[in-house]
């Protein structure tokens, strides 16, 4: 019997081996070109809500899709 338990390396929570890609690397047969991002607003207060925009492209040689990944962070001015 096969021994499916995590704590032995069965997931990557436990898996001793490096990874030969990090999540979120993005593995595809093709590339994508982003530009033009544009924040809706300049200046933001309490639980506004902001639009952003951009273009995307597929440049390559295959049609795809894309998952797009923004990260943010808040400047506090004091």
Do not use: A, C
């Not at 593995?27 to 639009?51: A, C, H, P, Q, W």
């Amino acid at each position: 019997m096969l021994d499916y338990d995590i704590r032995h390396g069965r997931t990557y929570m436990y898996d001793k081996n490096v990874p030969l890609f990090p999540f979120g690397y993005g593995l595809t047969y093709t590339s994508f070109k982003y530009s033009d991002l544009k924040m809706g607003k300049n200046i933001v207060r309490n639980d506004e809500v902001i639009n952003f925009t951009f273009n995307l492209q597929n440049t390559g040689n295959y049609e795809s899709d894309e998952v797009v990944y923004l990260y943010v962070s808040s400047l506090i001015l004091q």
